[in-house]
């Protein structure tokens, strides 16, 4: 089983439309958890942090379930500029390793 | 302004050839990383490093070299030995738990 799972997509939504997905991990010894943004063809880029009590930036939410074992982000009133792959990352207490999942993939249509 | 730069952008191996990434990072981080991402994959880990002259193999660390001569500098050479190079290659150091931030990548392809 992977470290780190990923519904592929892809996510095709219309401007305006609010979409999430979720990310599960195996280890439950993890402990810091991101969201990272891939463009085609671009290096990934921190979007945001996940922090146990739920954390927002601007239209994107970021969730975590520990009891479960995931997390989500929700995108609110999406852009064309959303659309990208969107990378989920854990990483365990004192590990220098992350675990990547594979991304899933937005597409926001005009 | 800090950052993590990688070069070249494009690269070329011919058959038989070892070629060396370059990583240089200014952003004083400890830890540096090497990963491989082939089209519509997630990235793979080949090999990191947490501390100057020590590193470690990742999950496909075969066909790849790396050194760590200097807190700032974590060149990758991929050897003769990995038959099948051609994938984007990033780069991405991390300090004191924070994210990890990655360079703008190396494209490599085989002639």
């Known amino acids: 089983r992977k470290e780190v799972e990923q519904d592929p997509g892809p996510f095709n939504v219309p401007e305006g439309a609010t979409v999430a997905f979720n990310c599960t991990y195996s280890n439950s010894a993890s402990q810091s958890f991101f969201w990272y943004r891939q463009d085609c063809r671009k290096e990934p880029k921190l979007l945001m942090s996940?922090?146990?009590s739920g954390n927002e930036d601007g239209r994107f939410t970021a969730q975590l379930n520990r009891a479960s074992q995931y997390i989500s982000l929700l995108i609110r009133d999406s852009k064309l500029s959303d659309s990208a792959t969107y990378l989920c990352v854990v990483n365990r207490a004192n590990d220098y390793k992350l675990s990547f999942g594979a991304g899933t993939t937005v597409t926001v249509r005009a | 302004d800090g950052g993590i730069t990688q070069s070249p952008k494009y690269l070329f191996r011919k058959e038989g050839q070892n070629v060396t990434l370059s990583c240089e990072q200014n952003l004083n981080h400890d830890a540096m990383y090497w990963y491989r991402q082939d089209p519509g994959q997630g990235l793979r880990l080949i090999y990191y490093?947490?501390?100057?002259?020590?590193?470690q193999k990742g999950d496909i660390a075969e066909g790849y070299s790396v050194s760590r001569e200097k807190k700032e500098s974590f060149p990758l050479t991929v050897t003769s030995a990995q038959k099948n190079p051609t994938a984007f290659y990033l780069c991405a150091s991390r300090g004191g738990g924070q994210p990890q931030h990655f360079g703008d990548g190396t494209r490599l392809s085989i002639l």
């Open positions: 490093s947490q501390i100057v002259n020590d590193f």
């Open positions: 996940v922090y146990s």
